[in-house]
């Protein structure tokens, strides 16, 4: 029986979703209730329940080597990977403006790096790994958690306040209008923060961090993402130190990141 299980339970339960017993186990129900919370997102339904096995274990040493030079952990990192791409390097999302890749990037955070996403969508984990390191490296030390990773995926500019979890801004309300600012009971702008992304279980009108914690610590109940984080881990525990000092990890960004070398040169320079 496990305690973040029957927590997730829970929550599928008081959003609708029936997943049987609250008994702490990931049987069939719960994981089709799982399933049914996902599509009603517009997510991939399943992405949570296959193994690992397309990761290999350099890439996941590689990226045991990134997370020690931003000091950040599997557990913060692996959630919002799932949630944003099922962590599958070829995932993109045409709802939002063709999102793509391991961490979803849109299109101009892509092409800075010389990319379409038609083009990135291609590249293999290996490959993207780099990027992810580049893109995480200005908030090194700030990824403390699963909330502030998410919050430095979706709106970085914020990433500072993610320790609080009760932080807001004004335009995560619901009646947030654009030029206008908060107007009580208009709904909004249409394509508001709020209107656009789903994370206000509670319905209390506004967005907070806690909720990017919740949205993406439930992917911590599904199986792949237990295998990414187990696996690294075991790995990481293996290697001991050996990244730590790494010149800030500037010359690994301008290195593999320059030159396009992904997984297996970033174990082999800094996790032997």
Partial sequence: MSEAVKAIQQRLKDEGFDPGPIDGEM??????????????QGRPVGQGNANSSDWSDTDLTALGAIFKILDTTPEAVFPVMMFES???????????????????????????????????KHLSIADQLPYVLKYFMPHKGELVNSAAVYMTVWQPAYTKYASDLSW??????????????????????????????AFDRTKRG????????????????????????????????????????????MGLIAVAGGLGLGAAWLANKYWT
Wanted: charged share 20%; hydrophobic share 35%; aromatic share 10%.
């Fill in 27 to 40: 049987g069939p129900k719960t994981q089709a209730a799982l399933n049914a919370e996902a599509a009603s």
């Fill in 86 to 120: 099922g962590a599958k390097p070829y995932a993109q999302n045409p709802r939002a403006g063709h999102a793509t890749g391991l961490l979803q990037w849109m299109d101009f955070n892509l092409k800075p790096w010389g990319y379409t996403p038609e083009e990135f």
């Fill in 168 to 197: 807001t801004h004004p335009t995560w309300n619901k009646d947030y209008i654009y030029g206008k600012g908060i107007v009580p009971g208009s709904g909004g702008s249409p394509g508001n923060v709020y209107n656009q992304n």
């Fill in 206 to 249: 506004y967005i907070i961090v806690g909720d990017l914690k919740d949205t993406a610590d439930k992917m911590l109940a599904y199986p792949r993402t237990q295998e990414l984080i187990n696996r690294t881990n075991a790995l990481m525990g293996r290697a001991g130190d050996v990244v730590k000092g790494a010149a800030g990890g």
